[in-house]
């Protein structure tokens, strides 16, 4: 991996896991909490989409729209397990 994939990677986690904090209000966790609920988020979308038939083929703009879903998703997960304890 290049310099310039990594940053893109991070700046994709970045704006994935900020637009998830927004959509599942209260789940904000900074800019470094963002960055990996956001790459964790695209990982868990690129398994679990093309699973379920759900894929979305574009540039920049489809993985960060897959990240985001992933990253509400694990959001979702978060809150349901947070309730739970």
Known sequence: MTVEGLVI??????????LAGLIMKGYGFGLAGNIVVGIVG???????????????????GAEIINAVIGAVILLAVIGLVKRAT
């Open 9 to 18: 990677w991070l700046v994709i986690g970045a704006i994935a896991g900020w």
């Open 42 to 60: 695209a990982f868990i979308a690129g398994w679990l989409l093309p699973q379920i038939g759900f894929v979305f083929i574009g540039g920049i």
